[in-house]
C-alpha cells in the first residue's frame, strides 16, 4: 500500500515536498519511483530511490531541483520539489518495484502504486 501527500498549489518558484508512505510491503527488496501526469500527456517517471543500495535517478528536466530521499524508520520516501515551474503541474504518484538493486523511472516496471497527488505550480 502507497499513500502520497504533500500536493498543491503553488507559485513558480515555489516549493512542495511530497511523501510517500509505504505500508504492508513484505519484501525488502525494492524501489520507489515518483511519476507524475498531466491532463493530455502520458505519464513520466521523475525520480527513484533504491531501498536496497540508496541509489537514486532524476530525470534532467528536474535535476538539480528535486531531491529523492527515504526515512526507513517512517517507511516513507519524499520528493523536495524547489524552483517550481508551470510545466511541472501534473498528478504526481509514487510507486514500488521490485527489484535488487538500483531502480527505474519506466511505468511499467512497476508493480504497486499510489493514488496521486495534485501539484499546480500557477501564479
Known amino acids: 500500500h502507497l499513500e502520497e501527500s504533500g500536493g498543491g498549489l503553488v507559485q513558480p518558484g515555489g516549493s512542495l515536498k511530497l511523501s510517500c508512505v509505504i505500508s504492508?510491503?513484505?519484501?525488502?527488496?525494492?524501489?520507489i519511483g515518483w511519476f507524475r501526469q498531466a491532463p493530455g500527456k502520458e505519464r513520466e517517471g521523475v525520480s527513484c530511490i533504491s531501498n536496497v543500495d540508496g541509489k537514486t535517478y532524476s530525470r534532467n528536466s528536474v535535476k538539480g531541483r528535486f531531491t529523492i530521499s527515504r526515512d526507513n524508520v517512517k517507511n516513507t520516501v519524499y520528493l523536495q520539489m524547489n524552483s517550481l515551474k508551470p510545466e511541472d503541474s501534473a498528478v504526481y504518484s509514487c510507486a514500488a518495484q521490485l527489484v535488487r538493486s538500483g531502480c527505474t523511472v519506466v511505468p511499467y516496471q512497476y508493480d504497486y502504486w499510489g493514488q496521486g497527488t495534485q501539484v499546480i505550480v500557477s501564479s
Open positions: 504492508e510491503f513484505t519484501s525488502d527488496y525494492y524501489a
